[in-house]
């Protein structure tokens, strides 16, 4: 069974950064396509980004693209999520997700996702 561990979550102030992780472990990390979501209070979940397994190509979503970056460092089992110009609106739950194989076309509903993290509370505020 793959597991999956969000940290790095925490309080900033508008215009600012922040990195959040995610961690793999249990079953074999390789070939699983990770996938960072986010829920905001009142929300429904939404995609950020999604990086494949191997070629490491990457997705984003229009709210987030050219302002969050996703990695994957694969000898640590850790894919990244860099965020910058942070503004009220990133304020959310964000969540790893792991999909087999790839970003499929689908990957932003997150439906075809089989494990999930718990998520970590980014709050940007003033």
């Known amino acids: 069974q793959l597991q999956l561990v969000e940290s790095g979550g925490d309080l900033v102030q508008p215009g600012g950064s922040l990195r959040l992780s995610c961690t793999l472990s249990g079953s074999s990390a390789d070939g699983w396509a990770i996938g960072w979501f986010r829920r905001a209070p009142g929300k429904g979940r939404e995609g950020v980004a999604c990086i494949a397994p191997t070629d490491g190509s990457t997705l984003y979503s229009r709210s987030v693209k050219g302002r969050f970056t996703i990695s994957r460092d694969n000898a640590k089992r850790t894919v990244y999520l860099d965020m910058n110009s942070l503004n009220t609106e990133d304020t959310a739950v964000y969540y790893c997700?792991?999909?087999?194989?790839?970003?499929?076309?689908?990957?932003?509903?997150?439906?075809?996702?089989?494990?999930w993290g718990q998520g970590t509370q980014v709050t940007v505020s003033s």
């Open positions: 997700g792991a999909e087999w194989a790839q970003c499929g076309y689908a990957w932003s509903t997150g439906s075809e996702y089989e494990h």
